[in-house]
């Protein structure tokens, strides 16, 4: 298994050649938001998670990842219905993902997945599913 800082500078470097920083920005240490433009104009929010005590998890719509790619790699689902479930400090409820995902258009309140990459190939696996979206795919 590749060393996971290794990844995340892979990723990093991969997205930084095939898409542009979402409007958003980057968080300086903790996560990096991209969108990709597919061949078809259509146009996927992602966002990689780059803080150092974490894997290099690369967060994307249900839609955008496509059956095949979920059933191949296994990423971790992330239910919208299981958004503001958990109670917060405050006496509210809390997101429930990482706070980059809540003010992002396509993912801030859809249903997610998060994968974990373990390779340089998976990782190219999920990039190159995320160029292929359509808008259709992505409308539903």
Same mark, same amino acid.
Request: hydrophobic letters at 40%.
């Given at each position: 298994?590749?060393? !996971?800082?290794?990844?995340?500078?892979? +990723?990093?470097?991969?997205?930084?050649?095939?898409?542009?920083?979402?409007p !958003?920005?980057? /968080? +300086?240490?903790?996560?990096?938001?991209?969108?990709?433009?597919?061949?078809?104009g259509?146009e996927?929010?992602?966002? #990689?998670?780059? &803080?150092?005590?974490?894997?290099?998890n690369?967060?994307?719509?249900?839609? +955008?990842?496509?059956?095949?790619?979920? +059933?191949?790699?296994?990423?971790?689902? $992330?239910?919208?219905?299981? %958004?503001?479930?958990?109670?917060?400090? &405050?006496?509210?409820?809390?997101?429930?993902?990482? $706070?980059? #995902? /809540?003010?992002?258009?396509? %993912?801030? &309140?859809?249903?997610?997945?998060?994968?974990?990459?373990?390779?340089?190939?998976?990782?190219?696996?999920?990039?190159?599913?995320?160029?292929?979206?359509?808008?259709?795919?992505?409308?539903?």
């Open positions: 298994m590749i060393d !996971r800082v290794i990844l995340k500078q892979a +990723a990093i470097a991969l997205f930084e050649s095939v898409a542009r920083e979402h !958003r920005g980057h /968080q +300086a240490s903790k996560a990096a938001r991209y969108i990709v433009t597919a061949g078809d259509a996927v929010e992602v966002m #990689l998670e780059k &803080n150092d005590g974490r894997p290099p690369l967060w994307c719509s249900e839609r +955008a990842a496509g059956a095949t790619l979920i +059933a191949a790699l296994k990423p971790k689902p $992330s239910p919208a219905a299981q %958004l503001h479930t958990k109670p917060a400090s &405050n006496g509210g409820t809390s997101y429930g993902r990482h $706070s980059a #995902l /809540q003010h992002m258009d396509q %993912l801030g &309140n859809a249903d997610l997945v998060c994968f974990a990459p373990k390779s340089i190939a998976e990782l190219g696996q999920i990039t190159d599913r995320l160029l292929t979206v359509t808008k259709a795919e992505l409308a539903g």
